[in-house]
């Protein structure tokens, strides 16, 4: 079948242009294939970069349709509608985004391979066994999913942080840094929950746009690996237990007694801390005062409607972090 490729063609001072080249080419067909059929045989002045042609090395990562993929993983197939005549269907190739270009299909990766070395992307040690490092299968299972990066940039080109916050690490970095936490031979990891919970340029940058879990060509799932690190943050923070993370704790354990919170006991619990602070129990006084002379001190503390749904909610959400927990 005949296809046109419209691909977008420029150089660092020119503004950008698209070209249409209609080749002859099979549906199986991968889109590296078509971009090096029309190299090969239309155009050689065509720069776009490619290595493994096997989904291995990362090197082919451009935008097809205005959404990031790898151009040996895709095929023709998948992006023509084969109602329509032949020569409307057309393929749009641009390179991929959040990347400065340098020619044609080819962006300029380096602040990509600079934030990857930001959060140290090797297993740190306090000392050198004698012998090799072992691990059990389990052990190593844990690192299966984010090992499979190959580096490519399609989350880094759609990721709406990296748009708006240049300081942002990206997705494919803190992917990264969850493999790394998630390492039996790493001894690193409170200083690298440290370094990772920065906040805008760490795992509190990210946006939950989902788009770096759509892209990935090999199911990384990058969202799913910065909400991990996430968890890992907060339940170093929750060993602490500030009054911030005390607030939030009793203010679900009350929602999941109640139904809603009980204000007899809220302030008690978080700035009293169950009797044990007591200079702040002292500084509650005051409030506890002005509440009874105004007739705001709830005496009597009713549950809301439906509390044994909303316990049963919360002890289900409970559950499934724990759960979570103990897999990572
Ligand atoms: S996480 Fe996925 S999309 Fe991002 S660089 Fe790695 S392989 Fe590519
Ligand atoms: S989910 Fe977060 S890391 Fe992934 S693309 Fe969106 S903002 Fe970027
Ligand atoms: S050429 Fe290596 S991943 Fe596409």
């Known amino acids: 079948m005949q296809i046109v490729f419209r691909i977008s063609r420029q150089t660092l001072d020119c503004a950008q242009i698209f070209q249409d080249y209609t080749i002859e080419v099979d549906k199986s067909k ?15 002045t065509l720069a776009f970069r490619k290595n493994c042609r096997n989904t291995i090395c990362g090197s ?18 998948h992006f023509i509608d084969e109602n329509i005549d032949n020569s409307s269907n057309i393929i749009e190739v641009t390179p991929l985004g959040n990347f400065p ?30 012998r090799e ?23 880094y080109s759609e990721c ?32 690298r929950l440290q370094e990772y919970g920065q906040s805008i340029t760490g795992v ?12 990935c060509p ?24 500030t009054r911030a993370v005390r607030h939030r704790r009793v203010l679900v354990d009350l929602v999941e007694q109640g139904g809603w919170i009980d204000e007899r006991k809220f302030g008690l619990l978080v700035v ?36 044994q749904e909303v316990s049963a909610l919360i002890k289900s959400v409970k559950a499934t972090i724990k759960k979570d927990d103990s897999r990572n």
């Open 133 to 155: 490092f072992l691990q059990t299968e389990q052990e190593r299972d844990k690192l299966n999913q984010t090992s499979n990066c190959i580096s490519c940039g399609a989350c």
């Open 60 to 77: 082919c990562a451009i935008k097809v349709n205005g959404i990031a993929s790898l151009a040996c993983k895709e095929n023709v197939g």
């Open 218 to 241: 090999m199911d990384v799932e990058p969202m799913e690996q910065i909400g991990l690190i996430k968890q890992k943050i907060l339940k170093t923070q929750q060993s602490k237990e």
């Open 272 to 307: 009293g801390n169950n009797f044990r602070d007591i200079k702040g129990l002292a500084s509650l006084f005051p409030l506890g005062i002005r509440m009874l002379l105004t007739g705001k001190f709830p005496g009597i503390f009713h549950p809301s409607q439906g509390v």
């Open 204 to 215: 509190w940058g990210c946006t939950r746009c989902y788009q770096c879990n759509s892209v």
């Open 101 to 130: 270009l340098i020619k044609d299909l080819v962006v300029d990766m380096r602040k990509f391979w600079e934030n990857l070395e930001a959060i140290s992307p090797y297993v740190k040690i306090k000392s050198t066994p004698e």
């Open 30 to 44: 991968t889109i590296l294939d078509c971009l090096n059929q029309i190299k090969w045989t239309l155009d050689g």
């Open 160 to 191: 709406n942080a990296i748009m708006v916050n240049s300081e942002f690490v990206g997705p494919h970095a803190l992917a990264k840094a969850q493999r790394l936490l998630g390492d039996s031979r790493d001894t690193a990891t409170a200083e």
